[in-house]
């Protein structure tokens, strides 16, 4: 609590200097002086780590600030480590280091928080460091703080979401006509893939941040989420016309939710309406859903990708920390919150390749396994079906049928608007 | 920050037991164990100050906690007081003696912090207290911690919002073909709008949040904001008419927009595309949108207005406070953020009752002013007209003289996608 109007000045050390880091540079050139102004705190870069100190960089910076050196960089006179490095090493090192000397670690990486939030925070608690993430989870949309502290009483029932802009962007585009391929070049020129999108485009990406949702808004361990994933691969345009024979487009959904007896977490492609919040979330951008007790349906969205809303949601945190570190479940005590299976029913749509012209033998297989057909479609080389609402385990056993016969199926949830 | 897994005990002094405060009692019991779990906080209600102890209430509680004495609610044993009274009296007096005691205040009364916020923050400032408001703004719609925190360095350029809940939930009904008086009638039966509505039609209300997210994005002082004002009376059903016959729905929309040499801050009735964010935003719904230089255009949707959308507001600043008081324009040697009038060129609806069949006049009188005629419809005894682009004071100098010639001009700013 700042109890002067005196700018207080943080020491900043950066660890990355790629397209993320070099925007928090230019930003804290260009809005340094507004951010003194209206939040009262003076940023310092002190120090930066790269992977190469002779590289060029697309940022306004001094030669003498960069070291290739982990060890020197954690030595350096800096308040706050952040860290838009991303992947396990050094970023891992680098969290646990700067938390146990008791500084404030800002990051960006979301498989580092997934895979060792509750580790990071327990470090955090236990040395009184601050451990801020705003900008792994949904790029610059503002949902991470959220759910940490203005929603913290709203009885939150279930966070969904697009999540992962690589996916998104590639989907807006295929249900426009463009190819797989043309798309994800399109993704990658941008500067929303990476070089290589696997994680983006199987849904480990969305997989973590869904995880990340799970623990801020029920106190589940973001490690031990079993998140129930499927991505987009490996035929996003073959979703899409699956999709429009439905009058929908596919988008890939990450949600957590409340069910008896713990969280269910789910990344899968789902079928909603164009007009829907989701339908109308297009290319790299980002839109989430809180649905509460108390406080209605929140909706926040906003560019997902990119490095200056990266930077920008990083430097919210630098600025500002949150005033807690979130925690697991309550008082060490207390029962450890479970990740349970998802037990809702839902719509389906189901695609089949290559069958005879009366199909029966598809039909037949949905029927055996006791789900309802609500409509159905044959268009060129393929049957498509619209499911009545049916258990998770249910359509995946008559998947392994359909696909036992040959049938090549591909399977999308349907959720109209969503 | 909290250093051990142990709930944190806050003791809470709650003035009001209204709508909002007896929805907050509510929450608390429901929400208590969830609360403590996962964000580590027990709140206790120690007082609560009523204006009628006798009177019966909606909510969970002891006979023995409420008082209508001030002195006896200022002296009563907590941490923290959260204000659900509205009104400037007791509301600030029970403001200023809760942070110049050094304790957090927390309070939904907007018009209190549009007209005392600078002073208040000042005390808290100096004592160390907390000062929250996440509720004074959006109902549900967590803009005010968003400003405060996630998007500090996001470079704001503009907030613009449906922030009155009970003007557009007459505007979102007479634009189905409702009379005012029925939509009116209807918002009051539903809890949405107070006996006396005047200040949410005439844009008071909207000018005090507009004010406030001023101060919050750009260090406006919320009290010198002066607010170009203009609400949806006299006669809503016929700006839905008007805005009908450009295709669109009027909405009361607050903004704050950066401006050379300052903020300016504008309350007025703006006709937009059903489709639009937006045109899309329904009943008490209230949606706002943040655009940055850094992160793009944010948008936040939710309930705007209700006893529960409120309390969860309120409980997410109880559970955990903002990381500082917002101060006015930086540190105090500096010059202050100026409030200046908005000078942008605006398309606008024009309507004019009762021409003649030529209605040369109407738009002789524009033409003479030197503004441009993009479209005009003639229906009944309306003359609907969308000038090109100009000044607010050019077309205002137009609608007098329209009003001098008696033609009962009404007006609406026309922004299509918004």
């Given at each position: 609590m700042s109890t002067t109007t005196e700018p207080r000045v943080?020491?900043?050390?950066?660890?990355?200097?790629?397209?993320?880091?070099?925007?928090?540079?230019?930003?804290?050139?260009?809005?340094?002086?507004?951010?003194?102004?209206?939040h009262g705190v003076r940023l310092e870069v002190t120090r930066i780590l790269v992977r190469d100190v002779e590289r060029p960089r697309p940022a306004p910076l001094r030669h003498s600030l960069l070291t290739a050196d982990v060890d020197a960089f954690l030595a350096a006179d800096a308040d706050l480590v952040v860290e838009a490095m991303g992947g396990l090493d050094p970023a891992l090192r680098i969290a646990r280091a700067t938390l146990a000397a008791g500084r404030r670690f800002v990051t960006a990486n979301k498989a580092l928080v997934a895979a060792h939030g509750a580790e990071l925070a327990a470090i955090a608690r236990r040395t009184g460091a601050g451990f801020d993430f705003e900008a792994a989870v949904g790029g610059g949309v503002p949902v991470v703080r959220a759910l940490r502290e203005a929603l913290a009483g709203a009885g939150v029932r279930a966070v969904r979401g697009i999540l992962n802009g690589t996916s998104n962007f590639i989907l807006t585009r295929v249900s426009e006509g463009m190819t797989y391929d043309a798309a994800l070049a399109d993704a990658q020129r941008a500067g929303f893939a990476e070089a290589d999108p696997s994680r983006d485009l199987d849904g480990r990406d969305a997989a973590d941040k869904a995880a990340i949702l799970a623990w801020l808004a029920f106190g589940l361990d973001p490690a031990r989420a079993q998140v129930e994933r499927r991505g987009i691969l490996p035929d996003p345009d073959r979703l899409a016309r699956d999709a429009a024979a439905?009058?929908?487009?596919?988008?890939?959904?990450?949600?957590?939710?409340?069910?008896?007896?713990?969280?269910?977490?789910?990344?899968?492609?789902?079928?909603?309406?164009?007009?829907?919040?989701?339908?109308?979330?297009?290319?790299?951008?980002?839109?989430?859903?809180?649905?509460?007790?108390?406080?209605?349906?929140?909706?926040?969205?906003?560019?997902?990708?990119?490095?200056?809303?990266?930077?920008?949601?990083?430097?919210?945190?630098?600025?500002?920390?949150?005033?807690?570190?979130?925690?697991?479940?309550?008082?060490?005590?207390?029962?450890?919150?479970?990740?349970?299976?998802?037990d809702r029913s839902h719509r389906w749509i189901v695609s089949v390749l290559g069958e005879s012209p009366d199909s029966a033998d598809s039909r037949g297989i949905l029927a055996a396994a006791g789900i309802g057909i609500d409509e159905w479609h044959r268009g060129g080389r393929e049957l498509r079906i619209r499911t009545a609402p049916c258990p998770r385990e249910a359509i995946a056993r008559a998947v392994a049928g359909l696909e036992a016969a040959g049938g090549k199926p591909r399977l999308a949830r349907y959720e109209g608007t969503c």
């Open positions: 943080i020491r900043v050390a950066l660890a990355g200097c790629g397209v993320v880091g070099a925007a928090l540079v230019r930003l804290l050139r260009d809005e340094g002086p507004r951010i003194e102004a209206v439905f009058g929908g487009v596919p988008r890939l959904i990450a949600e957590c939710v409340e069910r008896p007896g713990g969280i269910a977490v789910v990344v899968e492609p789902v079928v909603v309406t164009r007009d829907s919040l989701f339908g109308a979330t297009r290319d790299e951008e980002n839109a989430i859903v809180v649905e509460t007790r108390w406080n209605g349906r929140i909706r926040l969205a906003g560019p997902g990708a990119g490095g200056p809303p990266t930077a920008s949601a990083l430097l919210g945190d630098m600025i500002h920390p949150a005033p807690r570190v979130p925690a697991c479940g309550g008082p060490e005590d207390s029962a450890p919150v479970l990740a349970v299976p998802d």
